[in-house]
Nanobody, 116 residues
Framework: QVQLVESGGGLVQAGGSLRLSCAASGSISGINVMGWYRQAPGKQRELVASISNGGSTNYADSVKGRFTISRDSAKNTVSLQMNRLKPGDTGVYYC??????????WGQGTQVTVSS
């Protein structure tokens, strides 16, 4: 069984920074994509950023140039550095592991609130 544990959410003023971290435990193959999604109240969950085991990254247009995703494959961790935060970045942020062998897993979510 795979578990994902997120940390690092909180309340920050617009223009500030936060760093989210996610640690995956359990039987994980070396072929996977880890990513961050967010869900604002009343909206659908959306991709924020993802990174493959090979290091390829993908970002939502709204966060390009402000957010940076990184991973440590040896430790099965993924982080999201969020700079120049905007009120529109507010939401629950979820870590996701899409593994080619063991399946699709989500973390419990961490709240990010950006005040104006």
């Amino acid at each position: 069984q795979v578990q994902l544990v997120e940390s690092g959410g909180g309340l920050v003023q617009a223009g500030g920074s936060l760093r989210l971290s996610c640690a995956a435990s359990g039987s994980i193959s070396g072929i996977n994509v880890m990513g961050w999604y967010r869900q604002a109240p009343g909206k659908q969950r959306e991709l924020v950023a993802s990174i493959s085991n090979g290091g390829s990254t993908n970002y939502a247009d709204s966060v390009k140039g402000r957010f940076t995703i990184s991973r440590d494959s040896a430790k099965n961790t993924v982080s999201l550095q969020m700079n120049r935060l905007k009120p529109g970045d507010t939401g629950v942020y979820y870590c996701r592991l899409l593994d080619g062998v063991v399946g699709d897993y989500w973390g419990q979510g961490t709240q990010v609130t950006v005040s104006s």
